[in-house]
């Protein structure tokens, strides 16, 4: 049996809502395999700053370094967003975060439970059997390159940048998970008008020699954009660029029926850290109807991948696929045919999965 310290991020609006949900199934898993989990937290994002005017102290990246992995809710504040002229924002925290742990490979899992088909706005007959795994570049594109402004502030600047071992490196991630699934990679880019792109698909190119058993392609980010509503089902594995990686993500959280459905791993060479896609949400923060199913499937993937405890991860995921198929339902994949009584808050939500766990 293993004993790991697992550390936990909340950070801002509803992060802090639903890692608690998180941790706590953590917690039913330890109980039921018998291992020792131990726990400590850190700040990062607005509360953060709100501390120590710091998005990412010092503190916290230190304790991310020593950690067996990290269980992480969101980062984000509107006050942020209506102000581009902040020069300290939460999202640096987050960037510092993936740059200092190496993390360069963010892997979100597009899988549809079948009882949410109706909970998608694309048509359910396109929708079925869709299972998509992702894999973005995390630490190079525009996100990290030279950025400023010029002209008296008139004219913005930011410099996307790869070199050939970055792509390598997530290239072969990418093909490693394929040969494990339906041996096929779809890689992503716009080689058609931007460098970087191009040098990503000669990179792609060479790195598929190694690997003759995966059936590869090459599609236009704006071709796969339309693709992925169109026909889902078609892709297995798709590896891309940081910023394609980061809207395309978004837009398949459609074919799982909400953002609040998706997990991701963000792993490199040490800690991983693991988090649901949907971001702060402000907007619903502290009303205590945030869907905790993706800081749940979160930490089954921190199981997995991190830990390497698969019987764990599939008992956590299990446990989604039941409470789903019962009828229980949070507010952002309820349709009009679910009962008043099945649809739960984030609390009753995550009790219901730990019944089952």
């Known amino acids: 049996m293993a004993t790991k310290h697992i550390l936990i991020v909340p950070g801002d609006g509803i992060g802090q809502e639903v890692t608690a949900v998180g941790k706590k199934v953590l917690d039913k ?36 370094r ?42 979100r899992p597009i899988k549809l439970f079948d009882e949410l088909l109706n909970a998608s706005s694309i048509k359910p007959e396109i929708l079925k059997g869709a299972d998509i795994l992702f894999f973005r570049e995390l630490t190079g594109d525009i996100y990290f390159g030279e950025k400023g402004r010029k002209n008296n502030g008139d004219t913005a600047y930011d410099v996307a940048e790869y070199s050939r071992y970055e792509v390598e490196r997530i290239a072969r991630k990418a093909f490693d998970a394929a040969r494990t699934r339906r041996k096929k990679l779809c890689s992503v880019d716009k080689a058609n008008v931007i460098e970087t792109s191009r040098l ?35 892709f297995d594995v798709v590896v891309t660029a940081n910023l394609f990686g980061d809207i395309l993500t978004d837009e398949a959280s459609q074919i799982a029926g ?17 988090e649901p896609i949907h971001g702060s949400a402000h907007d619903i923060t502290g009303k205590g109807i945030a869907n905790p199913l993706a800081s749940i499937l979160s930490a089954a993937l921190l199981l997995d991948i991190s ?34 009584d099945k649809i739960l808050g984030t609390t009753a939500m995550g009790e219901e999965v730990l019944k089952l766990v």
């Open 29 to 64: 898993i330890a109980a039921k395999f018998g291992h020792t989990f131990t726990y400590d937290e850190a700040l990062i994002g607005h509360v953060a700053i709100e501390a120590t005017g710091n998005p990412l102290p010092d503190e916290s990246l230190e304790k991310m």
């Open 258 to 274: 909400s953002m609040g459905m998706l997990a991701s791993a963000s792993i490199g060479d040490g800690t991983g850290v693991y």
């Open 66 to 107: 020593k950690s067996d992995a990290v269980l992480f809710g969101a980062v984000g504040h509107p006050k942020y967003d209506n102000d581009p002229s902040a020069k300290v924002r939460p999202e640096q925290g987050l960037l510092r975060m993936r740059k200092e742990l190496g993390l360069y490979a963010n892997l």
């Open 200 to 234: 990503w698909r000669e990179v792609v190119q060479k790195v598929a020699l190694e690997y003759p058993d995966v059936e590869v392609e090459h599609q236009f980010v704006d071709a796969t954009a339309m693709l992925l509503i169109k026909d889902p089902r078609r």
């Open 307 to 340: 830990f390497g405890m698969k019987a764990e991860s599939e008992a956590v995921i299990n446990a989604v696929d039941k409470v789903l198929k019962a009828g229980f339902r949070t507010r952002d994949i309820a349709d009009q045919h679910t009962p008043a």
